[in-house]
């Protein structure tokens, strides 16, 4: 069983930036796609940020393009999100998933793609 633990969380000013972390127990992290979702109260999780396996194809959510930034380090068994320029739009309890993957390049959208999931840290964008 993998276990993510998300960490960063928390209070910021809208214009504020917050990094995200996951940290998994994966031995063989290279070898999952990651995800970072998030979910608002009364709505649906929707996807934020993907990344493949290799890091090196990314994807993001249009309305964060520009501000979000997702990266891994294999070594650290570990992803961000570093988002900046935060609006209040973008409050919401945000989670990590993961997935295995036999594509270096493969990126995964819907929630019902990954199978492992952290249990959330929450993002409040508040003056």
């Known amino acids: 069983q993998v276990q993510l633990v998300e960490s960063g969380g928390g209070l910021v000013q809208p214009g504020g930036s917050l990094r995200l972390s996951c940290t998994t127990s994966a031995r063989t992290f290279s070898t999952y796609a990651m995800g970072w979702f998030r979910q608002a109260p009364g709505k649906k999780r929707e996807f934020v940020a993907a990344?493949?396996?290799?890091?090196?194809?990314?994807d993001y959510l249009d309305s964060v393009k520009g501000r979000f930034t997702i990266s891994r380090d294999n070594a650290e068994n570990t992803v961000y999100l570093q988002m900046n320029n935060l609006k209040p739009e973008d409050a919401a309890v945000y989670y990590c998933s993961a997935r295995t993957t036999n594509f270096n390049g493969g990126l995964y959208y819907s929630s019902n793609e990954y199978v492992y999931w952290g249990q959330g840290t929450r993002v409040t964008v508040s003056s």
């Open positions: 990344i493949s396996r290799s890091g090196v194809e990314i």
